[in-house]
């Protein structure tokens, strides 16, 4: 036989073992076949007895505030007249400061000083029959119990729970529009709703209130150094400092929103996130299949179904 001859030898060597191959494990097509439908069985019921995750997603934009803007030509010119200077350019915008808040201890301790709704974040841990927290439990907890050491007390969640909680909510900021878009998955849509609305609201008024009291201690120092003042023009430019003050914070008590403005309120489509019942079938239909093959090579190769598979004749 001539080297020229060779690959096509080879070639249909190549062919008759992988037709060999093939006829092998198609005589264990039935194998593979029930394994796969058990599999399958088996996936969907788990997807009809797992929790269902719902996403809830509300879209943020920055509120418009006199808070934010620079002061006009007049009021900056009658700051530097008095020696109070002007607002600092680089300033950090309150629509900043609000998205930092999302995740901070300040608004865990607002939050986690609500008990109704610590229960809602917390449901496993609460005991709607009798009204309590339910104690630790575990293994620990059982063995105190079988030694008769007692049980430990039940501790209601605190701010450090409700802050690990807080790092749930997805934070998404465009840098094309700026909006910002919060989201959170939950088993409960209608709790992940009300819980962004009330992170919007609770992160919001920290920064009012922080505006607020801001604004009063600039007022009542504007009022003590006017009465100190005997210069005209220092007066007028006092003045025109204290009647800004005082529309900013009219402005902060007025507004719906001070730092961040639903653009989006917040929703939750009907159907869930996870999981998915088409994801579920291909995964269990080829996690069946993969192990009937392994099943079936695995009897073959003990001689519990046929005899072993050995390539060429």
Known sequence: MSNIDLPEVQSESTQLELG???????????????????????????????????EASSVLSSAPSNMNAAPSGGVASAARLIGLGGAGGGAVSEFTKFQALLNSSLLADRLAARPNLLQQIFPEHWDAASKRWKPPGGIVASLKNVMGLGSEQAVAPGAQDVLAFLGSVDQNLSLQTGLLTLSLRSSDSQFAQAFLGTVHREADNILRDNARARSARRIAYLHNTLRSLDAVDQRSALIMLLNQEEQNAMMVSSDPSYAAEIVDPPHAPSAPVSPKFSATVVVSLFLGVLLGLLIYVGLRLTGYYGRPFRSGR
């Open 20 to 54: 060999a191959l093939f006829a092998y494990l198609w005589e264990g097509r039935a194998i593979v076949a029930a394994t796969a439908f058990l599999c399958v069985v088996i996936g969907q019921i788990w997807y009809h007895n797992t929790d269902r995750l719902y």
